[in-house]
């Protein structure tokens, strides 16, 4: 018969209403200023003890307490007051000390019915809300050092080639110091370390055996050093935030040498704040022989056992920069490796250090650059003085049983988290140097309160428009179209919440759009309707031909709108990607509500019953 | 409306008018592009900022009106930390005088504010992400061409792929030219364009395939006009709705999305009077036959019985 639906078909049509409905709930309730906690590693837990003496410290500052919830490696106190905010992570990161990470945070506050079902709010961008905000410096002295350090060995490899014997290497600042048993050695080096190092100022200084070759890094070089370290951690910081999965991030040079980070609200802010400022970084050295001379050797002790040690050799066959792709997983044994892809350079120098050294041992250095805040009195005031310091530690010594190519594993991790993090670091790139979290607050939206209300309210107002326009042009279709229309936006609502997505201001602009296509979905079908009835088609019949002949516009239209957004999404990134998810949600729900629910409503009211005039 | 559908309007018969107006909007635009090239907003470029400290919380849309009267580009305005502290972005090349220059404007007001810090900050959107975006955007394009071409026929590719580049052409040329502020928002509308320009113009294309399966004759500028007729009701009823939404945007929305509202406005006018003028009109200059979608045919009846 015709426009009837099969009770199947409506029953379909109710439940995806009410899951919308449903999972759109949680936009009703506003975020909560919250600080998270959890452990340096990403593993150990928080007790229950010291969340009480975090209770009563904090009660002591005068700074309300809303509610704490410990979750699997982290816990969460919400605050009642956002201005408390940064109070409260002062102090309990004053009290918990370097094992813990503590961040500010703007926590869900879902009912719990509603996270039972695992519902929650669409996070909203950093330009309608605001977010968690991070300054980070990087550390152009130990950018420079590094520099100087890989200059200075590649220099000694040079002269043992053309066997010119050096006696040490200093360095200070910006230059090296090279000593030599006379001049004539000082001077043949000079010859050839100058042609191949362009970037330094010579200077040669005293005679016989105190004879040195002095060598200044030039302005410009150290200048373009500096542009470099800050570009290429901006790219690493983009690529680590981007692999959390933080929608749209902002991430930022501020400064001759400092970096802005800036997450919208609810997010994971201890875990984003651990991998943001990671420095961990990968060295493969082979083990020294005994007879190697000590001023090539290291001694460095194992990661997990302080007191053991092991004599390594000062040269770096490939550090982590070489890696071109890394993932984690579980050994036979269970235990957490790390699977490493190598590039092309990396993978040769590789195959060459151990096709050689067969028999020998072979250590996986892990690195990290930290830093220590201690608070001193300086006149009178109180100054916070931070002192970097480098960790490195051996997490595995293997013997090379073959020559390794292009992708290998290593071992010797604490846990999973430590192995999937360390992955993550490998595969987003090292830092080019070191950097510092210098600042971190919550930050109002960048568009202000004001245009914010006038923004919602203009769309607010056409939308009313719309409704108004479809319902003198089509009357009763008009109300099925109008309800079609609040129910997309609700399913929309519904499905961004479901993944996760964030909403920004050119996510409005997805939204705007397919609310105007939604809208022509029905245009479509009502002006076919109409053209049905003039051709003289019965009543019955012009709604069932109308239906029937736009739907190959309808999809043929949509699919093409579809397949642009699909790409966007998997190419583009940040606002990009954002409006792409907004565009493609918004495009399967419009279809849903334009096609299936307009239907189902005019099925409803007129399907199977004598009708004499179509009010459209 | 209804007296529209009965009167034929001849589209197709002006087509040389309107590929005149189309040649000469494209080549203002690209001259404008050659010539003045893009404003490009803090997005883009970077700028100043300024963090400030007043004594009592002050309000952010009057900091932010007052520094555009004084003749600051592109004002960001945002507490940070409590609501006493606020930085402030502008597109304004760094020198060291712009913090005491804008926190002099805003003691002006009255208030009782302190300068913490001005620095210079980056651009917001990277090398990186300019690249991956344009890259995307043209297999965006490649395989909606293959789609159409499988759907309808490729001389139909062609044109709906010059229809979308002439819009984004020409929406891109009024900014330049106007020099309006073109930032991340606006890009986003130029999405919204693409999608809009892409809809519009396959919904006019359908119309014009089964006008031409159906009808007897071989008159193409007939049957093209017959289907643009019929289809044009719906594009007025869709363009008027869109256009509602953004007319109400662009006067009551306030100044950050004023732009974003122009970018839509120009593309949705631009974007239906291309689905008729560029898209249809070229596939009577490229010669297509009824031939031409006779092997199509074949998949017809799959195609209807899809729902």
Known sequence: MLNRYPLWKYLLILVVLLAGLVYSLPNLFPEDPAVQISSERGDATIDARQLERIRTSLGEAGIDIQAVEEQPSSALIRLSDADDQLRARDRISDMLGDEYVVALNLAESTPAWLQSLSASPMTLGLDLRGGVHFLLEVDMDAALEQRLEVNASAMREQLRGERIRYRDTEIEERTISMAFANAEDRDEARSLIAREFPDFDYQSVGEDRGARLVMTMSDQAVQELQDYAINQNLTTLRNRVNELGVAEPLVQRQGPDRIVVELPGVQDTTEAKRIVGATANLEFRLEARPDTPENETETIPFRNSPNRTAELMRDVIITGDSVSNANHSFDENGRPQVNIDLDGTGGTLMNRATRTNIGRNMAVVYIEHKTRDTTVTVDGEEVVEREPYTERGIISLATIQSALGNSFRITGLDSPTEAAELALLLRSGSLAAPIYFVQERTIGPSLGAENIERGVMSVQIGLLLVVLFMLVRYKVFGVFANIALALNVTLLIAAMSLLGATLTLPGIAGIVLTLGMAVDANVLIFERIREELRTGLSVQQAISAGYERAFTSIIDANITTLLVAVILFSIGTGPVKGFAVTLSLGILTSLFTALMVTRAMVNLTYGGKPVKKLWI | ?307
Do not use: C, W
Not at chain 2, 140 to 149: E, R, T
Not at chain 2, 216 to 244: K, V
């Open chain 2, 1 to 307: 409306m209804k007296s529209l559908v009965n009167r034929q309007i001849d589209f197709m018969g002006k087509r040389r008018i309107a590929f005149a107006i189309s040649g000469l909007m494209l080549l203002v635009s690209i001259a404008s592009l050659l010539f003045q090239g893009l404003n490009l907003g803090l997005d883009f470029t970077g700028g100043t900022l300024v963090e400030v400290r007043y004594a009592v919380a002050p309000s952010l849309d009057a900091i932010r009106q007052t520094l555009e009267s004084s003749g600051f580009r592109d004002v960001s305005v945002q507490t940070f930390g409590a609501s006493t502290e606020v930085l402030i972005r502008l597109q304004q090349a760094f020198d060291p005088d712009v913090g005491e220059q804008v926190v002099s404007l805003l003691r002006n007001l009255g208030d009782d504010v302190q300068l913490v810090r001005a620095e210079f900050v980056g651009a917001q959107v990277g090398d990186q992400l300019r690249d991956q975006s344009g890259m995307g955007l043209l297999v965006a394009l490649g395989i909606v061409m293959l789609y159409v071409a499988a759907r309808f026929q490729y001389k139909f590719a062609i044109g709906a792929l010059l229809a979308l580049l002439h819009d984004v052409v020409i929406v891109v040329g009024i900014f330049s030219l106007f020099q309006f502020e073109f930032d991340l928002t606006v890009l986003a509308a130029l999405l919204a364009v693409i999608g809009y320009s892409l809809n519009d113009t396959i919904v006019v294309y359908d119309r014009i395939r089964e006008t031409i399966r159906k009808s007897r004759i071989d008159d193409m500028p007939a049957i093209f006009n017959e289907a643009i007729n019929m289809t044009l009701s719906r594009t007025l009823a869709t363009s008027g709705t869109t256009l509602l939404v953004l007319f109400a945007l662009f006067f009551l929305g306030g100044d950050m999305i004023h732009f974003f509202s122009i970018a839509l406005i120009a593309g949705v006018v631009v974007g239906t009077f291309s689905s008729i003028y560029v898209a249809s009109a070229l596939l009577l200059t490229v010669h297509l036959d009824r031939e031409d979608l006779i092997p199509a045919k074949k998949e017809d009846p799959e195609a209807e019985e899809l729902p």
